[in-house]
């Protein structure tokens, strides 16, 4: 059962580590051998890589606002991440909320107390949205100080660590943020044709705001970025659209496809994140141009609807797509869904929560059985 008593059941809870106490050549050496393995896994037809990952709720609420103690922070979880067996490397990430796309339209920061940010709504609807002369999402408050947070991390960490891309929102739900639901969907059918340039414009600021922020990080760029096992040996972007599971599949083919193959395509492609079950919305999510691979959750203490572990893998093994597959749970929990969603030609990639070091092992060791 999904415990709603939690503020995040994908959360470990970790002691800070100052940037003058962590020690960045063992962590980054740790890192590249980390590396190593994804780079082997990238290069295979099939296969399976463990990802242990520490995500900090604070990081995640009104303490991302406070970049020393967001830092500090993330320096315990990678400090604390090497004692759990794992093929891949966590990564620091500068982490400031949902809004920034729809910064560039003019939407603005909700700050409640012990929440992360919620976005104003500015529009109307479509046609009003159109009507905007948006800016360059770096020219924008949140824009400016984002690219801010990096360049202190990126300071503080001389470069050395891993770093992704923050929460990066798919071109549908930029516009989500930017109007009332219910009259962002009237308007996707009754004139899809604005809705599309709208989409493709979204898309396009972006992209350019990432291409920005690409340039910033630099070698220290850990990919596809946030929610998304992640590496440096890895391409792609990942885009939460989980406002896609609310639209047919005829049209997220016709509207959302095109806008978000689009943003991603500089990177490589588009990695497609959405929470809840999106069962329905695999043969779409499929067809989508240049697409890396997707992710979702799949047990009942990452989502309170989780995804069918067998469906996936019927659908997703000899397509070369990546699975990430998220299971908050024991070993027990683990095994049973990675023996579920397993087929022979499935490149999988399993997000565990184990909360010990000894747990941590015997799903690891469990999951390398299951996928021989």
């Keep these: 059962m999904f415990d709603t008593s939690l503020r995040d059941s994908q959360s470990t809870s970790v002691v800070g580590v100052s940037p003058e106490s962590f020690d960045f050549d063992r962590y980054a050496e740790y890192a590249a051998r980390q590396d190593e393995k994804v780079r082997r896994f990238m290069e295979a037809d099939s296969g399976v890589l463990v990802y242990r990952r520490f995500r900090v709720a604070e990081v995640y609420g009104w303490e991302c606002r406070d970049r020393e103690l967001s830092l500090r922070l993330q320096l315990g979880a990678l400090n604390e991440s090497m004692r759990y067996a794992a093929d891949m490397a966590n990564y620091l990430e500068p982490w400031y909320g949902i809004g920034v796309g729809a910064s560039a339209f003019g939407s603005k920061y909700i700050w409640l107390d012990g929440q992360a940010p919620a976005v104003s709504d500015e529009f109307e609807g479509v046609e ?89 990080i630099g070698d220290a760029l850990a990919m596809p970025g946030h929610g998304f096992a992640s590496s440096r040996r890895m391409t792609g972007i990942g885009a939460s659209d989980d406002t896609s599971i609310m639209i047919s599949n005829p049209m997220f083919d016709a509207l959302e496809a095109g806008p978000l193959a689009e943003m991603c395509e500089p990177f490589g492609g588009a990695f497609y994140h959405s929470c809840g079950n999106w069962e329905a919305k695999i043969p779409s999510v499929l067809k989508v141009r240049n697409l890396l691979g997707a992710d979702g959750a799949f047990s009942a203490e990452t989502d309170p609807s989780p995804n069918d572990p067998a469906v996936f893998g019927k659908a997703f093994a000899g397509t070369g797509k990546i699975l990430n597959l998220r299971a908050v749970g024991d070993a027990d929990t683990v095994a049973d869904t990675v023996r579920k969603v397993w087929q022979p030609g499935l490149r999988l990639i399993v997000n565990t929560y184990c909360k010990t070091p000894e747990e941590q092992q015997e799903a690891y060791d469990r999951i390398r059985d299951i996928c021989k």
């Design 128 to 216: 009003d949205a159109l009507a905007c002369d948006p800016k360059p999402i770096h020219t924008t408050e949140i824009g400016k100080e984002q690219m801010d947070y990096v360049e202190y991390f990126l300071e503080k960490t001389r470069g050395k660590l891993p770093v992704s891309f923050c929460d990066i929102q798919s071109p549908l739900n930029i516009i989500s943020e930017m109007m009332p639901t219910t009259a962002l969907f009237e308007d996707m059918l009754e004139d899809p044709d604005a809705y599309g340039e709208l989409a493709y414009r979204a898309g396009a600021l972006m992209r350019e705001y990432l291409l920005r922020m690409k340039a910033l």
